[in-house]
């Protein structure tokens, strides 16, 4: 799988929250990016994509998304 569809997946998977990729895998989950930041500070993590899965009525804004 593509980091492209792993983070399409993650997106369906995870509405409405920050999510966390590293190496392939879900590493962090959370309503918050400071949640996110805490949690890899926490499992000594770096170099890890960190982004939003905007609901449905968020992306009918289509601001950052």
């Known amino acids: 799988m593509t980091q492209v569809e792993l ?3 993650a997106k369906r998977e995870y509405v409405g ?3 966390g990729l590293k190496d392939g895998s879900v590493v962090t989950v959370s309503d ?4 996110v930041y805490k949690e890899l ?4 993590l770096d170099e ?4 939003y899965s905007p609901t449905e009525t968020e992306k009918k804004y289509s601001f950052l998304f």
């Open 48 to 51: 890890v994509y960190v982004f």
């Open 32 to 35: 918050t990016y400071e949640d």
């Open 17 to 19: 929250k920050w999510i």
């Open 7 to 9: 983070v399409k997946k």
């Open 41 to 44: 500070q926490k499992k000594g």
